[in-house]
């Protein structure tokens, strides 16, 4: 800030406790100056903390701003300093905080704004930035690749694209230094290849300082003072012929030309190659298979001060008050990386206006925990960024009764009667064999470099290694270990064990005592056992291991088997674990009774940038499970009466279209998906809605990888498809399917809208503290990004909020979603009015007792004598009547919560402000709402005391005056 900045900012709210945040999208359509307008409404909302997309310069046009090009800087696109810090100033005026999202994996490469990577292709092994990505200069298997890296960005095979015209030599008129221009791309020429070319053009004189790059203090500084004389030079009349003329001899357009630009080419540190060469061919690491983002190394100290200079300044400047890590599990030592950042995180605190916070800032890593797997205690980090949560949640309300009957009807139905757990093994192997055939061909060739270093290990083949390393990584049930030179960290063990096991039943004998050794490479025996190169060499291979398995894993699981199983596809989400459908009250009270000991401070999250299908629309779908027989006579039905609809093939007139799997999840979709507001008659709205469900299948078939790919689709079966949906919701021909489709939307909303709010509600009250993602404090119908990304009314939710109606009397209106947005600002309310027991209560489930326990959730959170307790509806289908979300009292009948008389007392109702008793029966605690929100504080349980006190003195007297009397 500056120095009035820092004045006026003594005079404003200290900073207030990390309570809650609401995640925010910037770019060019929504800057920081747009968030600064909405601060107040935030502020209303019960929001502590803004919790911000990558802010950093990304690729022109970034919607998300994870394709980053220089984290050295702001975006341009979303704001300068200057508006950052009206930002800030903005919501340091209500006591609140910014948390910035920070990408350490990896930059966006190709084009030509990133100037890491235009450095690293002019200047190749020798440039300052040549460590800076993952790069393979040395031994990658490819001879033609020794010393340089492979750049897959052409849209054809090389050949073809040097004669096609398109690749051009340019000359950067500004820096004086010549490039290959081809479309949005960049190619920078080696300037010390230009003095030959200079030469060979008959301008010698131009030549010279080219020639003596090499005599300068720097390569850089050589360059750009040669660069810039030849500038000045081409800005003359003879200068600019001689530049023509130049060019001219490069012109791929004739065969001379083209040859002399082939090998000119052929001299640089890069080879370019056709896209397609990528997932076999690519000497460098990137994000998943994604080979426009170029992966960092962080764990080389020059590159973590580098990239996060501007990040830790922002820190120490106090415009920053902590930080969401992307994907650490793509670095070599996610636990390194973790701890250091933690040490200059809080280094760089200590020296913020007003000195060191209390408490350390806040550190959330996104990482996808499997299993029992848990984030390690040891990194120093305050916790993840809530799928976990997210996935615990989503089992609570799905009714497990209805696990057989659906998964009965999608096993007949669909042609893939193979279970979740298969679905990945199935899509690990074809994933490891296409996609990241490049990822894993690299842990392949550092595991041999192991073998070799061993006379006792070197006759172990490559081909031994690819065997057996292909079917531990596909049986893999984890995302990563974070083995190091100590070895497999205890934690990692049994999830190793169970992959070495599983392998072991695919491979042959001999096969078989090649897995020993490479488990014992791969940590089961500390690499610190070894000599320096053998250690090396082995910590490179674990390295390499998990960084395979990794993205293998993301999308394997995510991305393939999520679209191609369905049993409910609301249980196929980032983090989710598909293969279990539901689960007890007992599990989701286990869950939050660990994070409250260990990660008391963690992310708490139900909808995100990356969730597949939006927090209401899988609540609805929860709903579902509650069906089970019901749904499975109603797709039956549906798939009989839509052969009406699909079109007749070119080939032979079969009627064509989804398949029927494709065709079974459409209908979830629709049904999940299908706004509050839109009527079955109203052509505009289904004109748009269609348009998104469509949208959403043309992703899913690509993902699913069946009958359509995103690297080869089958544009024919997705035009089918697509056809196929508009015709179902917006022509007439669909027109009594789609009444009967509206029919259940009808039927199910309601438990889907109560399964909404229980599920916002236990967001924000278990231990951690609530994300809400933009624009879901109404009802969240979104799908899968870029619908989930769409512009958000913030104007009409701000309205909203200016009515501050109770949600007694909002729950008669829920289809508007109001009721959903008083819910989140009445419980972030008391958050900050009594902020301990969330920040530091412990966790009790609470037991019921009477005909309908099961069907309730409920956890008390206490603190130094204040408290919270939640009780809330699960599987409440069956408890609700017509299109109300009350229950009946009736329908509790005798069912109340079973607790002392001491704990019954003292407690208010936030909802009413009333004392309750909670020993009433549940009828009486729910009557008007199908959640209860009670708390108590210091103050209540003192006045509590006295008041039991007066009347045990007063049963004294009474008693006393009674004896009088006898006698």
Not at 102 to 108: D, I, M, T
Not at 930 to 942: E, G, H, I, M, S
Request: glycine content about 8%; charged content about 25%.
């Amino acid at each position: 800030m500056s120095e009035a900045s820092m004045e006026a900012s003594s005079n404003m709210p200290e900073l207030k406790p990390l309570l809650s945040c609401l995640r925010l999208q910037f770019h060019k359509d929504f800057t920081l100056e747009d968030a600064e307008a909405l601060v107040d409404y935030f502020a209303g909302l019960g929001i502590t903390h803004i919790y911000a997309s990558p802010l950093w310069d990304a690729r022109s046009g970034s919607t998300h701003g994870y394709d980053g090009v220089d984290p050295t800087r702001l975006n341009p696109e979303i704001g300068d300093e200057a508006a950052l810090t009206r930002l800030v100033e903005r919501l340091r005026t209500h006591g609140m905080g910014l948390i910035v999202d920070f990408v350490p994996n990896h930059l966006a490469v190709g084009g030509r704004e990133n100037p890491y990577w235009l450095d690293v292709l002019r200047w190749g092994p020798s440039g300052r930035f040549a460590d800076m990505f993952d790069i393979n200069w040395r031994d990658n298997g490819d001879p033609t690749l020794e010393g340089r890296l492979l750049v897959p960005f052409l849209g054809e095979p090389y050949g073809q694209a040097l004669v096609s015209g398109d690749m051009t030599l340019a000359l950067d008129e500004a820096t004086g230094l010549f490039q290959i221009d081809y479309f949005e791309h960049c190619f920078p020429i080696d300037p010390r290849c230009h003095a030959l070319m200079l030469l060979e053009s008959g301008m010698g004189e131009q030549a010279r300082p080219f020639e003596q790059i090499e005599e300068a203090v720097s390569l850089e500084e050589g360059a750009e003072r040669a660069g810039l004389a030849l500038a000045e030079h081409v800005r003359t009349h003879d200068g600019r012929a001689a530049l023509d003329t130049l060019l001219a001899r490069y012109n791929p357009e004739t065969p001379e030309g083209a040859e002399r630009l082939h090998v000119l080419l052929e001299r640089q540190h890069y080879r370019l190659a056709w896209w397609r060469t990528a997932n076999d061919s690519l000497n460098w690491r990137r994000f998943f298979d994604i080979t426009e983002l170029g992966a960092l190394r962080v764990d080389d100290p020059a590159v973590f001060a580098q990239t996060h200079v501007y990040l830790l300044e922002l820190i120490e400047r106090g415009l920053v008050d902590g930080v969401r890590l992307d994907h650490v599990d793509g670095l070599a030592d996610p636990a390194g990386y973790c701890r250091l950042l933690r040490a200059r995180v809080d280094e760089a605190a200590t020296r913020r206006p007003g000195g060191a916070p209390e408490t350390p800032l806040p550190i959330f890593v996104e990482k996808i925990l499997e299993g029992n797997e848990s984030l390690p205690l040891d990194w120093g980090m305050t916790g993840t960024t809530g799928y976990e949560f997210m996935n615990v949640v989503s089992k609570l309300q799905h009714d497990a009764q209805g696990e057989a009957p659906l998964k009965a009807l999608w096993q007949s139905l669909s042609g893939r009667a193979h279970s979740f757990e298969k679905e990945v093994i199935r899509a690990r192997r074809e994933i490891i064999d296409t996609a990241l055939v490049t990822e894993f061909e690299r842990a392949v060739r550092a595991l041999a470099d192991v073998a070799r270093h061993d006379p006792m290990t070197r006759d172990t083949t490559p081909a031994m290694i690819r065997r057996v390393l292909r079917e531990l990584a596909v049986q893999f049930p984890i995302y990563r270990t974070y083995a190091d030179d100590q070895g497999l960290a205890p934690r990692d063990e049994n999830f190793f064990a169970h992959a070495v096991a599983a392998a072991r039943e695919a491979l042959t004998p001999p096969d078989q005592s090649v897995l020993d050794q490479i488990y014992d490479w791969l940590g089961g025996d500390a690499p610190a056992n070894d000599d320096e190169p053998g250690c090396r060499q082995k910590r490179n291979a674990i390295v390499r291991f998990a960084q395979l398995t990794s993205p293998l894993a993301a999308k394997a699981v995510e991305d393939t088997a999520g679209y191609r199983s369905a049993v409910l596809i609301s249980r196929n989400d980032v983090g989710f674990d598909g293969a279990h459908f539901a689960c007890s009250t007992e599990d989701f009270h286990r869950f939050n009774a660990w994070q409250a000991r260990h990660f008391p401070g963690t992310m708490v999250t139900t909808a995100t940038h990356d969730h597949k299908r939006g927090e209401d629309v899988r609540a609805r779908l929860a709903a579902l499970s509650e069906w089970g027989d019901r749904w499975a006579e109603q797709v039956r039905g549906w798939l009989t009466a839509s052969s009406s609809l699909r079109q007749a093939g070119d080939d032979d007139g079969t009627p064509v279209g989804p398949s029927t799997a494709e065709e079974m999840m459409v209908y979830q979709l629709i049904v999940g998906a299908w706004p509050l507001t839109l009527s079955p008659d109203d052509a505009q709205g289904l004109e748009q809605f269609a348009t998104r469900i469509a949208d959403w299948q043309e992703k899913a078939l690509r993902e699913a990888k069946l009958n359509s790919h995103w690297l080869y689709p089958d544009e024919t079966h997705e035009r089918q498809c697509r056809e196929f949906v508009m015709t179902l919701l917006t022509d007439d021909r669909g027109a009594a399917l789609r009444q009967s489709i509206y029919d259940v939307v009808a039927a199910v909303s309601p438990t889907g809208a109560l399964n909404a709010l229980v599920q916002t509600l236990l967001r924000m009250t278990v231990p951690g503290f609530p994300d809400c993602y933009q624009g879901t404090e109404r009802w969240d119908f979104s799908l899968v990004d870029p619908d989930n990304r769409r512009p958000v009314d913030f104007n009409e939710r701000r309205e909203q909020l200016t009515q501050n109606r109770p949600m007694i009397e909002l729950i008669d209106h829920w289809r508007d979603g109001r009721i959903k947005q008083a819910l989140i600002t009445q419980v972030l309310g008391l958050r900050q009015r009594l902020p301990t027991p969330f920040l530091h209560g412990d966790y009790q489930p609470l037991d019921f007792e009477g005909e309908r326990a099961g069907q309730l959730v409920g956890f008390t959170r206490e603190y130094e004598g204040r408290a919270i307790m939640v009780i809330a509806t699960r599987h409440g289908g069956s408890l609700l009547e017509g299109d109300t979300l009350c229950i009946d009292a009736s329908r509790w009948g005798n069912t109340r919560v079973k607790t002392s008389n001491e704990d019954a007392q003292g407690w208010q109702s936030l909802v009413t402000g009333q004392a309750v008793n909670v020993q009433v029966p549940v009828s009486d605690l729910m009557s008007s709402l199908p959640f209860c929100v009670l708390f108590r504080d210091a103050a209540t349980v003192t006045s509590h005391a006295e008041h039991a006190r007066q009347a045990e003195t007063a049963q004294e007297d009474a008693a006393q005056g009674d004896q009088m009397q006898s006698v």
